[in-house]
């Protein structure tokens, strides 16, 4: 079962344990990745991630954040349920799997204290990527491999929003 963040003081909780798949450029649940699946083959390497936070929670009317946001259970990764006419491709075979999240949400915005930006979701998969700096479309040292229609493709950040990722603190 998936762990899940309590909300404290009427602020989003936030969770820790997330990490950067330097094959697919994914976002997953570093705790679960012995059972991931990552679409450049085997689970995902989180080796030279920073440590992120996912807030969970619902957004508010004002909020500059984003919900819809799932755990896939199947490969620990973080997912789109917003344009729920797109089929949402899982590394792992068939469609992302939600039923073990709780509600996640995604921050608009860029680069800031505590914060990467350069965030982006996939118009295949719906998965949630890394889009290195300078990265012009569709390099997959730029975009990551998404796993669309059970082939490897490179992630298309083209229909998305700017994202950003908080770090975890320092101990």
């Keep these: 079962m998936f762990p899940r963040a ?21 976002l997953f649940f570093g705790p679960n990745v012995a059972q991931s699946h ?4 085997g689970t995902h390497d989180a080796s030279g991630s920073g440590k992120y936070l996912m807030h969970l929670d619902e957004v508010g009317e ?10 896939c259970h199947k490969c620990a990764g ?3 349920t917003g344009q729920p006419t797109v089929r949402r491709t899982c590394p792992a075979g068939g469609s992302h799997d939600p039923s073990q999240s709780g509600p996640y949400v995604m921050e608009f915005g860029e680069d800031g204290p505590g914060a990467q930006g350069n965030w982006r ?8 990527f ?4 300078g990265g012009n479309g569709h ?3 730029f975009q990551g491999m998404c796993s669309a229609d059970g082939s490897t493709i490179v992630h298309d950040g083209s229909e998305t929003g700017h994202y950003r990722m908080l770090f975890e603190p320092e101990p």
């Design 130 to 133: 890394f889009s290195a700096p």
């Design 78 to 80: 973080l997912f789109f």
């Design 121 to 128: 979701f996939c118009k295949f998969c719906l998965g949630l």
């Design 139 to 141: 390099n997959i040292e």
């Design 38 to 41: 990552c679409p450049g083959g």
């Design 6 to 26: 309590a909300k404290t003081g009427g602020a989003m909780a936030k969770q820790t344990g997330w990490r950067f798949c330097q094959k697919c450029h994914g």
């Design 62 to 71: 004002s909020s500059p954040s984003q919900d819809g946001w799932r755990f």
